[in-house]
């Protein structure tokens, strides 16, 4: 018994393109069709600068980051009617041309169970090829700066900060009281793609310097004191401290790194320097793919 078609589909913004035999048509009654995708399961650049070794075999190397990410799709448009064909194509035109010119590109792919994403803008123009009254072939090329690839659910986690108990009084007086119970301050972050994931960390306040650790690694701490109705949000991609929307990048500490999740299951560590330890953190992040 063969397997039922599974729709796998290529969204941007409100356009989608198909890769199956007889797609859902739009309002026009005109169908895009997706033939090919080049640059998204890989090609990604990497930018080294090695420095050859005078008078010797090799080169110098150092660090070699991924560049941005290329992205060409290319299909065919098939519309019912002269007139759809002509709205097809402007709409193929008008793709991240309008006002707003970045969007989320998401491929869906369904028979894997897999849907990955990345924000993109156009890389190059859209090109069009008329080749009848009802048909026209067109190719997008899209610009992502970030490379990496992303589940599109995201994941959450609040982690209370580390407090140590109060102790147990072993009083034989009713009520008997035993202490509060301690907190570890630890949480798990669980990464299912193959690289590492950046984070959106929220400090969330009443608390003075609130910091995350990768536990056996890296930290990140906000140098300052939060009221009850502050945050401070830490995107560890884009490289942003803000406290109710104001820049604070400054009020990193000089030990602070741009922290991110490998591949598989890490914790992850929040304290801060409060004596009641009060606030908590929120820890946000999506499975990654180079």
């Known amino acids: 018994m063969s397997e039922p078609i599974q729709q796998q589909t290529i969204t941007i913004d409100d356009f989608v393109a198909y890769d199956f035999v007889d797609p859902p048509a739009d309002v ?70 309008g006002q707003v010119r970045r969007a989320t590109l998401v491929v869906d792919e369904t028979q894997r169970g897999a849907s990955r994403q990345a924000e993109v803008r156009l890389g190059g123009p859209t090109m069009i090829d008329r080749l009848s009254t009802y048909q026209a072939d067109w190719s997008l090329v899209l610009f992502s700066p970030d490379p990496l690839r992303y589940g599109t659910s995201a994941h959450t986690i609040t982690i209370l900060p580390f407090a140590p108990g109060s102790g147990r009084t072993y009083n034989l007086i009713p009520n008997r009281h035993y202490g509060a119970n ?6 798990t972050v669980t990464n ?14 009443p608390c003075t310097n609130p910091g995350l650790r990768i536990v056996g690694g890296d930290q990140i701490q906000y140098m300052g004191s939060l009221s009850a109705s502050e945050q401070v949000v830490i995107d560890t991609q884009k490289r942003t401290v803000l406290l109710n929307g104001a820049n604070r990048r400054r009020n990193l500490s000089a030990a602070s790194r741009w922290i991110s999740a490998p591949p598989g299951s890490t914790q992850v560590y929040h304290w801060v320097d409060n004596v009641n330890k009060t606030g908590s953190c929120l820890v946000q992040w999506r499975d990654a793919w180079s």
Do not use: C
């Open 28 to 97: 026009e009654g005109n169908t895009y069709v997706w033939q090919n995708i080049e640059g998204w399961f890989g090609g990604i650049g990497v930018r080294g600068a090695p420095i050859d070794r005078p008078m010797s075999d090799g080169a110098f190397d150092g660090p070699a980051p991924f560049e941005g990410r290329t992205v060409t799709i290319s299909g065919t448009l098939l519309a019912k009617t002269r007139g759809g064909l002509q709205h097809g194509l402007d709409r193929l035109a008008g793709i991240l041309s």
């Open 182 to 187: 301690s907190r570890n301050g630890i949480g």
């Open 192 to 205: 299912a793609g193959n690289t590492n994931t950046p984070l959106v960390i929220t400090f969330i306040g």
